[in-house]
């Protein structure tokens, strides 16, 4: 009787683990090798960008503080100089909108900030909306390091399902059968 549980609970568990597999939140790190893509910065599409402060981060922010994000074929939007301490923007715990014009993209995958300066600041996160691209959130949560590129890029998970394929097969067969003594 109760090995029926087990084992049905456990063929349950298998979908469960590749859902929790899949949905692994990637940490943002800093990129040497991003560079901008001087080429197409003109465009006609708009995109909303909303860049939240984290509640720990400095209470207010003068950096100089860019955002550079794009989709995984090489469109690219550059937003130079979004700080403007004179208004408040990027306080401690508050939200700033951005109306963002460049090039048009596919689906947004990769934001990467640019911060120059000596207060320090630290983003909770940036979601990106546009015209062909659902809305996206990166979630930052750490102070960005001073003069690097330094974000989220999901590009080629996405594009490709680019995952190393061990690390893959362990969780589809060990994160569900975990779950399974927990269900
Ligand atoms: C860094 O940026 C380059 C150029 O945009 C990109 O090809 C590469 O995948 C990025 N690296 C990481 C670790 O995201």
Same mark, same amino acid.
């Given at each position: ?41 003109? #465009? ?7 860049? +939240? ?20 074929? #090489?469109? !690219?939007?550059?937003?130079? %100089? ?9 306080? %401690? ?13 596919? !689906?947004?995958? /990769?934001?990467?900030?640019? %911060?120059?300066? /000596? ?7 940036? +979601?990106?909306? #546009?015209?062909?691209?659902?809305? *996206? ?14 974000? *989220? ?9 680019? !995952? ?11 994160? #569900? ?7």
């Amino acid at each position: 009787m109760e090995w029926k549980i087990i084992v049905t609970s456990f063929f349950l568990a298998i979908p469960l683990g590749i859902v929790m597999a899949n949905s692994v939140v990637p940490q943002p790190q800093s990129n040497a090798s991003f560079t901008l893509n001087y080429i197409e910065n003109v #465009g006609s599409c708009s995109f909303t960008v909303v860049i +939240t402060t984290s509640c720990s981060s400095t209470s207010y922010t003068r950096d100089q503080i860019s955002l550079a994000f794009g989709d995984a074929y #090489g469109n !690219q939007v550059y937003a130079p %100089r979004l700080d403007d301490p004179s208004t408040g923007t990027f306080e %401690r715990c508050s939200s700033d909108t951005f109306q963002v014009k460049g090039p048009c993209t596919y !689906q947004i995958c /990769y934001a990467y900030f640019y %911060r120059s300066g /000596y207060d320090g600041w630290k983003p909770e996160s940036v +979601t990106i909306s #546009g015209y062909n691209t659902r809305a *996206v959130t990166f979630f930052i949560r750490t102070f960005i390091p001073a003069d690097t590129w330094y974000g *989220v890029n999901l590009c080629s998970s996405a594009s490709s399902g680019h !995952q190393n394929p061990v690390i893959k097969w362990f969780s589809y067969a060990f994160v #569900g059968p975990l779950f399974a003594v927990f269900l």
